[in-house]
């Protein structure tokens, strides 16, 4: 049973990705990884054939596309050769970085900073993780404090995405001590701000193409201007936005998921052991049929959130069961997957090696599953 979530323009579409896909991404992955980067040929390639900004206004220079089913083609077509890092460079620029600006910043903001969104010119971050403060962003102790006609900016982050390449980062600070969730604000600080550092690459143990990095802010003085929104409304405008970064880790762990079954399933049916293929012996057969089950169970049910978001009305708790299931499911697969590759699943060469290195992380970040379930047992205990 696949997936009827596309019609006759999302296949069009496919196509065009598909074709950058193998002439940029394909011969570039090993490059990357050894880089610990991905270029930013890469991301100007992306905007040319038109992948990025797709929601941008055609006002601010996007198409102005608000089905969120063109992303999903490109997630599942990037996730078909394995790049988990740009999937992981891309949605934390066109879901959450994007999302962010489109929701908040008012129109002088939009003409400053969506059109290379589009173009691939601009590559945005969030930067939300402290050191001593992950998931439980109210500890977070980043602050920044009015100065006249400028806010002074002091803290440091860590695990941010696209830190190192980063041109616009969305930084989460406090601005009032005792205000409760009205405490914090968000500001866009621009590459080249005096105070503005970036410290070590991050050595992860997956997505290895990803740059993540540390920031640093030292008396990081910025414009009123560049205030996101209203002050004292940041965690506000965090709990608006998490439902599509929660959905886009979700799609990602669901691609990610079909791709692995699929590399297994073509391993299976081609190696032979003691005179016939392996995929038919009954222990991995019967596996294979419930990892196959629990797919198709699950994409439908990422299928039904997406059109919940599409037509607004995908909830955060919603988001956060997608999260929640379709990493885990993930983990499953492609654990699943190693295994039946035998010693060939632990070669780098074979893509399912990689991914076993890059899956992991999807149960941290967005917020850890735990977290996931906390939220979920929150709304089943309401009154």
Known sequence: MESDLFDKDHELF???VRGFVEKHVV???????????????????AGRQ??????????????????YRYRVVIQEEIARVGASALQSGFSTNDDIVLNY?????????????????????????????????GSDLRAVTTSAVQDGDEWVLNGAKTF??????????????????????????????????????????????GLHAQDTAELFFDNVRIPHENLLGDRGAGFTYLMQ??????LGIGIAAQVSAEAVFSWTMDYVRERTAFGKRIGEFQGMGFDLAKLRTAIEVSRAYIDRCIREYNQDTLTAVDASKAKLWATELQGQVVDAGVQYHGGYGYMMEY?????????????IYGGTNEIMKEIIHRDLMRD
Do not use: C
């Open 351 to 363: 893509p399912v090696a990689k991914a076993y290195l890059d899956h992991r992380i999807q149960r």
């Open 241 to 246: 936005s998490l439902p599509l970064e929660r």
């Open 27 to 45: 011969p570039n992955l090993e490059k990357w990884d050894a880089n610990r980067l991905i270029d930013r040929d890469t991301w100007l390639a």
């Open 160 to 205: 941010i995405t696209s830190g190192i390449l980063a041109d616009l980062v969305i930084v989460f600070a406090k601005t009032d001590q005792d205000a409760g969730s009205k405490a914090f604000s968000l500001f866009v600080v621009e590459d080249g701000t005096p105070g503005f550092s970036r410290g070590r690459k991050l050595d992860k143990v």
């Open 50 to 67: 038109g992948l990025l900004g797709l929601t941008v206004p055609e006002e601010f220079g996007g198409p102005g596309e608000s089905d």
């Open 14 to 16: 496919r196509d065009s």
């Open 101 to 133: 600006l489109l929701r908040h910043a008012d129109d002088e903001q939009k003409r400053r900073w969506l059109p290379g969104f589009v173009t691939g010119e601009t590559i945005g971050a969030i930067a939300m993780s402290e050191p001593a403060a």
